[in-house]
């Protein structure tokens, strides 16, 4: 991996810049819309590009430096031999689903090249609430949608039945204060996303006056 590909890593210590007054970021952020998964194809990230995406994720706000979070890669042929276990627990859970579906089913994984599950893992009974633990997660993943749209890709966080399902879960090894914050799918977009309705902020925004 080198430095002018990708941004240096700070050592320990070192002075860093309080912000980063930079257009194209706000365009970014004001502009930015997930792709479909299904809207996905190759490339994907490669080995550095992955590495550095988790590295810049991973920069996210940790109350009490917990790391409250972690990451399992599907890659290559990982994707598709997943979709055994995604077809066994969606066919246990719904035992008269059509063949059909549990073809749909067992090819999820494989509608983009990368897809990293972003894994929530609570300290429990810390002084750290658990809430804020898990909203760190939560700053993971999209930090990592960011970071990846920067570096060239579409992406989209999802968690569809599979992260809810304890089969999966149990295959993904998951422990009992782990959760799947996000699937976040990482490819190029075959096609453009489109602007989607978008929240009314007066209705959303109050000013406190006592
Ligand atoms: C925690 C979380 C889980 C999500 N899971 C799904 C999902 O299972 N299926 C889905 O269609 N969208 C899901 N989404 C929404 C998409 O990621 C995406 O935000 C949505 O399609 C709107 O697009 P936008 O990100 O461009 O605004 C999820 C979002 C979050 C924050």
Not at 40 to 55: S, T, V, Y
Not at 91 to 110: G, I
Not at 123 to 129: A, D, M, V
Request: net charge negative; hydrophobic share 40%.
């Amino acid at each position: 991996m080198s430095d002018s590909t990708f941004p240096p890593k700070p050592f320990f210590g070192e002075e860093l810049a309080s912000c980063h007054p930079n257009g194209e970021t706000l365009e970014l952020l004001a502009r930015r819309r997930s792709t479909v998964a299904n809207n996905m194809d190759h490339p994907g990230p490669d080995a550095d590009q992955l590495n550095e995406l988790l590295r810049i994720a991973a920069r996210v706000p940790d109350h009490g430096k917990l790391a409250p979070w972690r990451f399992i890669l599907f890659e290559g042929d990982a994707r598709a031999a997943f979709g055994t276990v995604l077809r066994k627990a969606f066919t246990a859970a719904n035992p008269d689903a059509p063949a059909e579906l549990l073809d749909f089913e067992e090819k999820r994984f494989t509608r983009a090249p990368t897809v990293v599950a972003v894994i929530s893992r609570v300290t429990e009974n810390h002084k750290i609430p658990e809430w804020e633990q898990i909203l760190s997660s939560g700053a993971v993943c999209q930090t990592l949608l960011i970071a990846a749209s920067a570096m060239g890709f579409a992406a989209q966080w999802l968690t569809e039945w599979y992260a809810f399902d304890e089969e999966v879960k149990q295959a993904l090894g998951l422990g009992p204060s782990e959760r799947v914050a996000g699937f976040v799918y990482l490819g190029t977009a075959t096609e453009p996303p489109r602007e989607r309705t978008r929240a009314d902020l007066s209705a959303l925004i109050s000013r406190w006056a006592g």
